[in-house]
């Protein structure tokens, strides 16, 4: 059974940081590329960041220079490093698993970026 299980998220002033995680069970971890979304209540889910299994990264222009995303094909875990949070940066954060036809999709973890 396939198992994405996103973590790190929380409440954050804004100019903070924040690390999430997400950890993969019941895949080929290396065989597999990686994105972060962000869905704000009445908006469209958003890709955010991409990791393939080359290591190449991708980001939105709205992130740029202030996330970065990695990836430990050893602990099956991807990151998402965000600093210098934005209030507009307040959303679910979903990881997604893609290889081939296959995709998955973990429950999501809040960020709040709020005084």
């Known amino acids: 059974q396939v198992q994405l299980v996103e973590s790190g998220g929380g409440l954050v002033q804004p100019g903070g940081s924040l690390k999430l995680s997400c950890a993969a069970s019941g895949i080929t971890f290396n065989n597999y590329a990686f994105r972060w979304y962000r869905q704000a209540p009445g908006n469209q889910r958003e890709l955010v960041a991409s990791?393939?299994?080359?290591?190449?990264?991708n980001y939105a222009d709205s992130v740029k220079g202030r996330f970065a995303i990695s990836r430990d094909n050893a602990k099956n875990t991807v990151y998402l490093r965000m600093s210098t949070l934005k209030p507009e940066d307040t959303a679910n954060y979903y990881c997604?698993?893609?290889?081939?036809?296959?995709?998955?999709w973990g429950q999501g973890t809040q960020v709040t970026v709020s005084s």
């Open positions: 990791i393939t299994r080359g290591f190449e990264t």
């Open positions: 997604n698993a893609r290889f081939l036809a296959a995709s998955y």
